[in-house]
């Protein structure tokens, strides 16, 4: 099934989404303020709830996990913005407010600002996999492959350990190390956040104590880093996606077919800070997290984009490889 968006020539599209963008792209102090108020609190008040709550029932803790894991989520949203310089006009304010957001998420703010930075330059590009993406295999590529490959990108794909291990992996184990790509500032970023991290632990041992501070936060992140996972995933693994060789990518195609509309219900839409509008993300990483849904509201152009729903953005789980011959996602081969 393809997305009913043709793709156009890049001139042609330039001259349409450009203008229907240009509107969009700038922060605005007042709701940026609001939404770190509107995050930050609750998020701060639930701990405060959580630490409370192991006197009464870590079961009741636990429960009190899925709305903070919403709420980091919410933050990761916006240390995601000022990766990309949209939240504030001031770049300072932009690094300073995601190195903070960042220690909440576990997540070296300049190392993932430079992998995330490559991903938005090679999404949906075949010939530039491997930063900042899912691992995603070419049907050619895993007929090819040696069976311990085969192995391992099966079980990397295996729903229970992508979204399941997987946010305890990225998020306490891979973000602690610099990328091979890194460069003197993201690396000492890197260790100048675990350091961070090392010193909160302290803080809380002498505090509310290490074994407490471990069975509140560590809930928080496995729910808020599934959840994440997930949106990240779907952004770029659903039907109809776009996919193409380096001499065939179009920037302009990568996005509005390459990058979902994920229309949620408007609570789930709040709490991920409307990074639904992804194809309009793509576009233009300028636009911050609260002008996405106006942005794409305000174009026809951006209206064709088909959206996905929760329901039909499960079916995404069964397509694990791209299909060259197909021009699709597929599933993996039987026999």
Known sequence: MKNPVSPRSAATERVSWRKDIAAFQHSDVRRSA?????????????????????????WLTLALAIPAGGFLIRAFIIFHDCGHGSFF????????????LGLLAFTPYYSWRHSHALHHASAADLDRRGVG????????????????????????????VTFGLGPLFMFLGSHR??????GKRERIGVWATNLALAGILVLASFTIGWKAYVLIQLPIIWVGGMTGIWLFYVQHNFEGAYWAKHTQWDYVTAALQGSSFYRLPAVLQWFTGNIGFHHIHHLSPRVP????????EASALFQ????????????????????????????FPHG
């Open 34 to 58: 609001w939404q770190l108020i509107n995050t930050l609190v609750p998020y701060l008040a639930l701990w405060v709830l959580m630490v409370l709550s192991l006197r009464v029932s870590y």
């Open 304 to 331: 064709q984009v088909k959206p996905i729903t929760l329901l039909s953005s499960l079916r995404s789980l069964k397509l694990r490889l791209w299909d060259e011959e197909r021009r699709q996602l597929v599933g």
């Open 89 to 100: 006009a001031s770049k300072t304010a932009n690094d300073v407010t995601g190195v903070i």
């Open 133 to 160: 993406d899912v691992w995603l295999m070419t049907m050619a590529e895993y007929r090819a492959a040696p069976l311990l490959t085969r192995i391992a990108y099966r079980v990397f794909r295996f729903p229970p």
């Open 289 to 296: 997290n609260y002008f996405l849904q106006p942005c794409h």
């Open 177 to 182: 190390f610099p990328n091979p790509t890194d």
